[in-house]
């Protein structure tokens, strides 16, 4: 089914070749005038919402920031709080796996979602966090 766009870009009823499609098209946004390694994220909703994002780097290199993270912060700030899934892609011949930053940022907010992993052809993978982050660092430590 194809899905519904809603405000703000953000769509409904996703499927998984859907969801890629989404961040396929958010890697388009992305500003990689640097490394020139263009990513983008589609981040599912527990209520079907799907909020995109892309890598944005900076002239002073260490303010980049990931296309998963910009996901994850749009839909924070949006009042999501409950995800499902995140699709990652960028041009490669393997996956593009998230950071480690973005794992940590991923965990502290969607807990054990599915990554599904993805370049401009394929979807190559899906994986839970729990296995991208074993022994995490996190709030039920503190
Ligand atoms: N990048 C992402 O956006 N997500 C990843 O999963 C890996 C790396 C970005 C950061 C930087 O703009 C570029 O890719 C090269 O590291």
């Not at 769509?11 to 961040?23: D, E, I, P, Q, Y």
């Not at 396929?24 to 983008?40: D, E, I, M, N, P």
């Not at 303010?63 to 009042?79: D, I, Q």
Request: net charge positive.
């Amino acid at each position: 089914m194809a899905p519904r766009q809603a405000a703000g870009g953000t769509r409904r009823g996703t499927g998984t070749a859907a969801l890629v499609s989404a961040a396929r098209g958010a890697r388009k946004h992305a500003h990689a005038h640097f490394s020139g390694f263009k990513v983008g994220a589609a981040l599912e909703t527990e209520d079907g919402t799907v909020i995109t994002g892309c890598n944005i780097e900076n002239a002073s290199y260490g303010l980049t920031v990931c296309a998963e993270r910009v996901a994850m912060f749009k839909a924070l700030s949006e009042g999501h709080r409950r995800f499902r899934r995140i699709a990652v892609v960028a041009d490669t011949q393997e996956p593009t796996p998230p950071c480690g930053a973005c794992r940590q940022i991923l965990w502290e907010y969607g807990g054990d979602i599915e990554v599904v992993l993805a370049n401009l052809r394929r979807t190559a993978g899906s994986y839970r966090m729990a296995a991208l982050l074993p022994l995490p660092f996190d709030r039920a430590l503190l």
